[in-house]
């Protein structure tokens, strides 16, 4: 199959450029700069120039493909809103060159928040459409007949080289000199190893069905006490709890997500795609050390 992956050269869609070739998938990743051309021709994929933001490039690499992962999302939590809209608007984009076809379009969404009332977040639980509309957009088109499906990655994508959530909290243990977490900590978080939901997206393209979520989940829930906990004992930091009030200061923009309790099953994705995670956790993850530099 001759896919077409938005965001090819980021952290997870790196991993999803490679679990495509090694299941025999010709692969070209949309590239913005010199840089992400480079590493996506090393990683012995096809190149693309463009950007989320030039429809133009977005409706090409469509056209020429036999299906879309769209992994891109800009990550500017100053402009979140804008970044949003911006996602919108490509996964539209390409939605029309596939409608009327039976090509695949899988999109990237975010399970963290769903819900926050402590229940387990299913496959059946619909996300909200605001801030981040990647969900409702591919849903959308779904229902105007395009074979879209979405994947909802955790907060925590882990493996060597992650940048994300995980690594900002290490920063911020660093940076106060001691690892938070708030009030009790008993909130939870799920999180999947980057090469478990690189794999949940190839199965997706090749046999997902059109209108379906999948929840890449590995982990279904650790207590944020318990990240905390292995940061403060690789950093030799003091493990402490802070009160609500005090989120901020100490986790500054990343505050507002700190405190969710958004436990999730990857139950239905499991039985539907026959997947299950191989590869470790993330307390077993940031216990090899490479989070920390050793």
Same mark, same amino acid.
């Given at each position: 199959?001759?896919?077409?992956?938005?965001?090819?050269?980021?952290?997870?869609?790196?991993?999803?450029?490679?679990?495509?070739?090694?299941?025999?998938?010709? =692969?070209?990743?949309?590239?913005?700069?010199?840089?992400?051309?480079?590493?996506?021709?090393?990683?012995?994929?096809?190149?693309?120039?463009? @950007?989320?933001?030039?429809? #133009?490039?977005?409706?090409? /690499?469509?056209?020429?493909?036999?299906?879309? $992962?769209?992994?891109?999302?800009? !990550?500017?939590?100053?402009?979140?809103?804008?970044?949003? %809209?911006?996602?919108?608007?490509?996964?539209?984009?390409?939605?029309? =060159?596939?409608?009327?076809?039976?090509? &695949?379009? =899988?999109?990237?969404?975010? $399970?963290?928040?769903?819900?926050?009332?402590?229940?387990?977040?299913?496959?059946?639980?619909?996300?909200?459409?605001?801030?981040?509309?990647?969900?409702?957009?591919?849903? +959308?088109?779904?229902?105007?007949?395009?074979?879209?499906?979405? $994947?909802?990655? &955790?907060?925590?994508?882990?493996?060597?080289? #992650?940048?994300?959530?995980?690594?900002?909290?290490?920063?911020?243990?660093?940076? !106060?000199?001691?690892?938070?977490?708030?009030?009790?900590?008993? @909130?939870?978080?799920?999180?999947?190893?980057?090469?478990?939901? +690189?794999?949940?997206?190839?199965?997706?393209? %090749?046999?997902?069905?059109?209108?379906?979520?999948? @929840?890449?989940?590995?982990?279904?829930?650790?207590?944020?006490?318990?990240?905390?906990?292995?940061?403060?004992?690789?950093?030799?930091?003091?493990?402490?709890? $802070?009160?609500?009030?005090?989120?901020?200061? !100490?986790?500054?923009?990343?505050?507002?997500?700190?405190?969710?309790?958004?436990?999730?099953?990857?139950? /239905?994705?499991?039985?539907?795609?026959?997947?299950?995670?191989? !590869?470790?956790?993330?307390?077993?993850?940031? @216990?090899?050390?490479?989070?920390?530099?050793?």
């Amino acid at each position: 199959m001759r896919v077409f992956v938005t965001g090819a050269s980021g952290f997870i869609g790196s991993a999803i450029v490679q679990e495509l070739l090694q299941a025999g998938h010709q =692969v070209t990743g949309l590239a913005r700069s010199e840089a992400s051309a480079a590493a996506l021709v090393s990683a012995g994929a096809d190149v693309l120039e463009g @950007n989320l933001e030039d429809p #133009d490039s977005l409706k090409k /690499g469509a056209a020429a493909a036999d299906g879309v $992962i769209h992994a891109a999302f800009i !990550h500017d939590f100053s402009r979140y809103l804008a970044a949003a %809209e911006t996602d919108r608007k490509a996964i539209e984009t390409i939605g029309s =060159v596939l409608q009327g076809t039976d090509r &695949p379009l =899988v999109v990237t969404a975010g $399970i963290l928040g769903v819900r926050n009332d402590g229940q387990l977040i299913t496959e059946q639980d619909p996300a909200p459409g605001f801030p981040r509309a990647s969900e409702a957009a591919a849903m +959308a088109l779904a229902e105007a007949g395009v074979r879209a499906s979405v $994947i909802r990655l &955790p907060p925590s994508v882990h493996d060597r080289g #992650d940048y994300g959530f995980v690594p900002f909290i290490i920063g911020m243990a660093r940076k !106060h000199a001691v690892s938070a977490y708030v009030g009790e900590g008993t @909130n939870r978080w799920p999180a999947v190893h980057r090469l478990d939901a +690189a794999r949940v997206f190839r199965l997706a393209l %090749e046999k997902g069905e059109k209108g379906s979520r999948y @929840n890449a989940i590995g982990d279904e829930g650790i207590p944020f006490r318990e990240i905390a906990g292995v940061i403060g004992e690789h950093l030799n930091l003091p493990v402490t709890s $802070i009160p609500a009030e005090d989120a901020e200061a !100490h986790f500054e923009w990343m505050s507002r997500f700190i405190m969710f309790d958004s436990p999730a099953s990857a139950t /239905g994705t499991k039985e539907s795609l026959n997947w299950s995670p191989r !590869h470790p956790g993330l307390l077993d993850d940031l @216990n090899m050390g490479h989070y920390f530099g050793h």
